[in-house]
């Protein structure tokens, strides 16, 4: 939003709560008895002659008892889901999770059986995955693992990595990936909320 979109937004607001007020036929007296604003205020407000604050915002929308978005007149929020085309990378298909670059992103990725080499590799950061369907076989440097529906795993990229489905069904699973080496840290419950 540019400086004229905001100021067009706040030009809106006083007239916005003068309307809001008048339809719920409520005097500025009687406002100012709600909410601890002194009647000047609320009507300096109204015509524009004083500033929409957070201090006289948050009194008004709870005593019209209305979201703070309703009295400023937000603009709506953007469609929050992500729309990614699923992208083919040979015996794999990934379908993006997130849509921001950045340093972790999060793919679904489905993983078909394929007879040909089980090559190690090595890179750049740190993978997270948790297996959604089919069984998947890990190589870690000198260790196999075979993970199951359910099961997650971590490790640093860094270290010679292959995985793909440990039999002939393709497996499903989704993906965190950090190219910074972040990792994943998932906590059962909040602190000092146990059992």
Do not use: C
């Not at 339809?23 to 004083?50: D, K, Y």
């Not at 709506?76 to 085309?85: I, Q």
């Amino acid at each position: 939003m540019n400086d004229q979109a905001y100021e067009r937004v706040l030009a809106e607001v006083g007239p916005r709560l003068r309307r809001m007020r008048q339809e719920r036929g409520v005097t500025l007296t009687a406002l100012s008895e709600a909410t601890g604003i002194s009647v000047s205020t609320l009507s300096r407000l109204e015509s524009g002659g004083r500033k929409a604050t957070l201090e006289l915002l948050l009194p008004l929308a709870q005593a019209h008892q209305v979201p703070l978005d309703e009295l400023v007149g937000a603009p709506e929020v953007g469609d929050p889901r992500v729309r990614a085309a699923p992208m083919r990378l040979g015996d794999k298909t990934a379908i993006p999770l997130t849509r921001q670059p950045g340093a972790l992103q999060a793919f679904k990725l489905i993983l078909d059986p394929v007879g040909g080499p089980r090559e190690q590799r090595t890179h750049e950061g740190y993978e997270w995955f948790y297996v959604l369907s089919g069984r998947l076989l890990l190589l870690l440097a000198d260790r196999e693992v075979e993970l199951r529906a359910g099961e997650a795993a971590e490790f640093d990229t860094r270290l010679p990595h292959w995985f793909g489905p440990a039999g002939d069904e393709s497996v499903e699973l989704l993906s965190l990936f950090g190219r910074q080496g972040e990792r994943m840290h998932v906590r059962a419950r909040p602190r000092g909320q146990e059992g």
